[in-house]
């Protein structure tokens, strides 16, 4: 929780200092990214099992990232 906290204060200083974010928006985003990077892998999943692979590879997410 809070080093995502931490990465989300990172990232928005780049684009205005002294931003300020509610814990409930927080956790959102949290959320949120949390759903997108299960369905990417879920799908990478799917494209390295269709090649026969068990192992996810880079590609794999890259296809995964196109066909989204």
Do not use: W
Not at 21 to 44: K, T
């Amino acid at each position: 929780k809070l080093p995502f906290q931490r990465l989300v204060r990172e990232i928005a200083q780049n684009f205005k200092t002294d931003l300020r974010f509610q814990s409930s928006a927080a956790m959102a985003l949290q959320e949120a990214s949390e759903a997108y990077l299960v369905g990417l892998f879920e799908d990478a999943n799917l494209c390295a099992i269709h090649t026969k692979r068990v192992t996810i590879m880079p590609k794999d997410i890259q296809l995964a990232r196109r066909s989204a």
